[in-house]
Antibody, heavy 118, light 111 residues
C-alpha cells in the first residue's frame, strides 16, 4: 500500500526558510492531491496547502504569502517551502494524500517535527 | 481559532457512549461538503476514522459512527474502551477558503 515519509531539518533558524520533502512509495503520485498539514504543540491541525500531480496548487490564505509546494514526479516527491519562519511555525509537519478535492486525507506520513529557533 | 468548532474534551467510563460535535457554517458543512473524522493516538499520525460523514474505512470497528445535519456533524463512540483514549478531529472543505478546514480537536478521556 501507499506510504508517505516526510524528511528535512528538524531545526530551522528564525527568518529562514523551512524545507521539507515527502517521499511517496508503493504507488504513483498521479491523479491525486498531495497536502501538507501541520500541528503546532498543544494546538490542533492546520491545513497548509496542496499540489495536484499536474502541478496546480492552493494554499491556506493565512500562509499563502510564505508557502510554496512543488512536485517531482520522477522522484515521487512533494516538497514544502515555508519562508520567513518564526517560533509560531514550530510544529509537527505531515504530508497526506487526498483523492478528490474536499475528500478525506488518507494515508498520512508519520510526521516530522520542525523547531524554529531564535 | 479553528473554522470548525469542537469541544476541547469529553470523557466517559468504559462501556459507555460518548459523542463529539463539530459545528461549522454555511461555507463548509452547511454548504453540503462532507465531514471526515480522524483519531490521533499519542505520538502517532492522524488515522482516518470516518469519511463522507458516516462511512467507516475497512478495519474501523462499528463502535464508531458519524452523522451530519445542517451545519453540524457528530462522531459517536459506543462501548468505550481504554484504547479509544485519543484526540479526535473533524475536517471538511470550505468554499470561502477554497481549502480544507479542521476542528480544534477533542481529547477523549476514558475514566
Amino acid at each position: 500500500q501507499v506510504q508517505l515519509q516526510e524528511s528535512g531539518p528538524g531545526l530551522v533558524k528564525s527568518s529562514e526558510t523551512l524545507s521539507l520533502t515527502c517521499t511517496v512509495s508503493g504507488g504513483s503520485i498521479s491523479s491525486y492531491y498531495w497536502n501538507w498539514i501541520r500541528k503546532p504543540p498543544g494546538k490542533g491541525l492546520e491545513w497548509i496547502g496542496y499540489i495536484y500531480y499536474s502541478g496546480s496548487t492552493n494554499y491556506n490564505p493565512s500562509l499563502k504569502s510564505r508557502v510554496t509546494i512543488s512536485v517531482d514526479s520522477s522522484k515521487n516527491q512533494i516538497s514544502l517551502n515555508l519562508s520567513s519562519v518564526t517560533a509560531a511555525d514550530t510544529a509537527l509537519y505531515y504530508c497526506a494524500r487526498e483523492a478528490l478535492r474536499g475528500a478525506w486525507f488518507d494515508p498520512w506520513g508519520q510526521g516530522t517535527l520542525v523547531t524554529v529557533s531564535s | 481559532q479553528s473554522v470548525l468548532t469542537q469541544p476541547p474534551s469529553v470523557s466517559g467510563a468504559p462501556g459507555q457512549r460518548v459523542t463529539i460535535s463539530c459545528t461549522g457554517s454555511s461555507s463548509n458543512i452547511g454548504a453540503g461538503y462532507d465531514v471526515h473524522w480522524y483519531q490521533q493516538l499519542p505520538g502517532t499520525a492522524p488515522k482516518l476514522l470516518i469519511y463522507g460523514n458516516s462511512n467507516r474505512p475497512s478495519g474501523v470497528p462499528d463502535r464508531f459512527s458519524g452523522s451530519q445535519s445542517g451545519t453540524s456533524a457528530s462522531l459517536a463512540i459506543t462501548g468505550l474502551q481504554g484504547e479509544d483514549e485519543a484526540d479526535y478531529y473533524c475536517q471538511s472543505y470550505d468554499s470561502s477558503l477554497s481549502g480544507s478546514v479542521f476542528g480544534g480537536g477533542t481529547k477523549l478521556t476514558v475514566l
